[in-house]
């Protein structure tokens, strides 16, 4: 029997797509490697330009004079500032998610369709994020030493109340979840889920292809809104049986592996020390955005700084975030393999995503920018895995031979 060989066999599925879409793929995924930076430079500017306008310092000072508290200023400022920062971005925003989406065959959405989907999510941002930053504010005034403890506690709890809200009341605005529709593909799912105590009510179907036709699933919430949530573009492209245990075991393992609880504490840790950063760089960061009239760090006027400041710091961070990402999603990759055992299934599926990340990245570029390992590694894992399946020696029974008659 010929032996089985993880690299050839990794080579043929990398094969089944075009020397052509290879390189498609690899333009649109190094594209958006730059669109990293090039958005930190816009955002970067829309503070400056907040900032030497002079609008917020001059909006703070009037509500001063109308004898507004700290607190009400703070809300007031940060609308205004969040507003203007969401205005200035737009025609990046449009360009960048939704132009570049579909010049790449990503999307099919209308550009009606993504302003309003766009409006919906900056609603909810704005309102959010001013809230949010006038608690901070606050904390700030109360707690000028430690405010940037305080202020990543709070940021923490943000976070787990985003995560029990989002898939409950956020995420049904933009798309429609369902069950999976009956047939072989629930009974699939279900029966997987069942085996890994994963209650199969939480696997839903939503119409991700109204947004995007990536082929893509994902697990999110907390508690008892906690789902996993396969995208109807999946079933657009083919995806048989095997693929769909595979995928859906890929997530069942982000679930029982709690990496929803893992990114919560991490990203957690994250902002504890991007508010000490920030505590010690706003000064300096003040004089270089030349911001004149603000008072100081408790002063709402010096959001653009602070804005600008978070910027950088996610810039900076990105490896580091990028790296506990893929750590991640190496750790779900083993799980479905060995418990849905689809490794072809998984390498199919996999195959699916390379027209929106490449393949065979350089070991640098998969460290600073990937936040799943390239196709070309989890491929050759789910053939490894295959391999070493079909090496194991089958299992031997010691069979007791009968007693001698005596």
Known sequence: MTRFDPEVATATYLATLSPEAHARATAYTQGGHWLILWTAVIGLAAYWLILRSGMLVRLRERLEARGLGPVRISLAVLATALFAETLLNLPWVIWSDWARERAYGLSSQPLAGFLRDYALYTVIILVSSTLLGACIYALIRR?????????????????????????????????????????????AVVALAKANGVPSDRIFIYDGSRQSNRYTANVSGLFGGARIAMSDVMFKKDADIAEVRAVVGHEMGHYVLGHVWRNLIFFSALAFVCFFLIDRLFPTAVRLLSGQGVKGLSDPAGYPVL????????????????????????????????????????????????????????????????TH?????????????????????????????DPVPQ
Not at 143 to 167: D, E, H, I, Q, Y
Not at 336 to 365: C, H, N
Request: glycine fraction near 6%; charge should be neutral.
């Open 143 to 187: 707690a000028p030493r430690f405010w940037w403890a305080w202020s990543g506690g709070l940021v923490s709890l943000f976070f787990v109340l985003s995560m029990v809200v989002s898939p409950v009341f956020i995420d049904p605005l933009f798309n429609r979840y369902e069950p999976a529709p009956s047939g072989p593909v629930r009974d």
């Open 307 to 370: 804005g600008a400041l978070i910027v950088v710091l996610g810039v900076v961070g990105n490896p580091l975030a990028a790296s506990f990402s893929r750590w991640a999603e190496v750790e779900s990759d083993r799980f479905s393999l060995e418990r849905a055992r689809e490794p072809d299934g998984l390498a199919r599926a996999l195959v699916k995503t390379i027209e929106y990340r490449a393949a065979t990245p350089g070991r640098l570029e998969e460290t600073l920018f990937y």
């Open 373 to 401: 390992p390239s196709v070309g590694s989890r491929v050759r894992m789910a053939m490894e895995w295959k391999a070493a399946q079909q090496a194991e020696p089958m299992p031997v029974t010691l069979v007791r031979p």
